[in-house]
Structures are given as structure tokens and as C-alpha cells.
């Protein structure tokens, strides 16, 4: 008897802290978006925070629909890269990261010529705190693996 209650108590003991995958730590799965619906919330967010014209939306949207195509390319480059097995040397890193910085060089020069002084410079702080916020998650992530 007492080993049958033992048992029982046992079972509870480990149901109890048994935990569900649903639970709170869990995360929800985002649902994927396309890029124009990327770029679509984007503009949104952009406009309603830099508080921009229909001008200004017209040009920030194309923009970003020309580094999205961008992005995309270098995305199927680089898994052609990864499809052949081959590792990248370090030349074509550097000039990966090159290519990467200019871009992101144009890009910035491309929205000082799109934004008065005032969005310009609220925009590169939200870049920042973007940039912040992004950091901190990678190190958690790494924390937590």
C-alpha cells in the first residue's frame, strides 16, 4: 500500500511540473509576410512615426521596394553559394561586406535626399534604437542556446 501511494504521489509530483510547449515561454509563430506586405507595414510605421507627405511616402515606398528586390537577390546568391558547398574566401567575404556597406551607404544618401533635416535625423535614431534592440535579442539568443 504504502509503495502503490508513493507511486501515486510520484506521478502527481511529475505531472504537476511536467511543462506544456504552448506555455508562456513558448513563442507564437509569426506568420510570413511577403515583401510587399513588409514593405507595405514599413511605410506605415515610417509615415506615422517621420510624419511624411504623399511625396515623400511615394519615394520612401519605391525605395524600399528597390532594397527589397535587393535583398532578394542577394539572398539567392548566396544560396546558390550554399546549394554548391562551397565555402566563401575571405575576398569574397570582404567584398561581400564591401558590396553590403555601400549599399547601405546609397540607401542612407538616398533618404537624406528624400526627408527634410528634422525626419533625416529621427529616422537615423530609429535606426540606432533598431539596431540596439536587434543586438540585444542576438545576445539573448545566444545566451539561451
Given at each position: 500500500?504504502?509503495?502503490?501511494?508513493?507511486?501515486?504521489?510520484?506521478?502527481?509530483?511529475?505531472?504537476?511540473?511536467?511543462?506544456?510547449?504552448?506555455?508562456?515561454?513558448?513563442?507564437?509563430?509569426?506568420?510570413?509576410?511577403?515583401?510587399?506586405?513588409?514593405?507595405?507595414?514599413?511605410?506605415?510605421?515610417?509615415?506615422?512615426?517621420?510624419?511624411?507627405?504623399?511625396?515623400?511616402?511615394?519615394?520612401?515606398?519605391?525605395?524600399?521596394?528597390?532594397?527589397?528586390?535587393?535583398?532578394?537577390?542577394?539572398?539567392?546568391?548566396?544560396?546558390?553559394?550554399?546549394?554548391?558547398?562551397?565555402?566563401?574566401?575571405?575576398?569574397?567575404?570582404?567584398?561581400?561586406?564591401?558590396?553590403?556597406?555601400?549599399?547601405?551607404?546609397?540607401?542612407?544618401?538616398?533618404?537624406?535626399?528624400?526627408?527634410?533635416?528634422?525626419?533625416?535625423?529621427?529616422?537615423k535614431a530609429i535606426q540606432e534604437e533598431n539596431k540596439d534592440k536587434f543586438k540585444?535579442?542576438?545576445?539573448?539568443?545566444?545566451?539561451?542556446?
Amino acid at each position: 500500500m504504502k509503495k502503490l501511494i508513493i507511486a501515486a504521489m510520484l506521478f502527481v509530483g511529475i505531472a504537476s511540473f511536467a511543462q506544456d510547449a504552448t506555455g508562456s515561454d513558448a513563442k507564437p509563430q509569426r506568420e510570413r509576410m511577403t515583401p510587399e506586405q513588409r514593405n507595405d507595414k514599413q511605410l506605415k510605421k515610417l509615415t506615422s512615426e517621420l510624419n511624411l507627405d504623399a511625396n515623400q511616402q511615394a519615394q520612401v515606398k519605391q525605395l524600399l521596394a528597390d532594397r527589397s528586390a535587393k535583398a532578394e537577390q542577394f539572398k539567392e546568391a548566396r544560396m546558390a553559394k550554399k546549394d554548391s558547398n562551397t565555402k566563401p574566401t575571405a575576398e569574397e567575404k570582404a567584398a561581400f561586406k564591401k558590396q553590403m556597406t555601400d549599399e547601405v551607404a546609397a540607401n542612407d544618401a538616398k533618404m537624406k535626399s528624400i526627408l527634410n533635416a528634422d525626419q533625416y535625423t529621427k529616422w537615423k535614431a530609429i535606426q540606432e534604437e533598431n539596431k540596439d534592440k536587434f543586438k540585444e535579442k542576438m545576445k539573448e539568443r545566444r545566451e539561451n542556446q
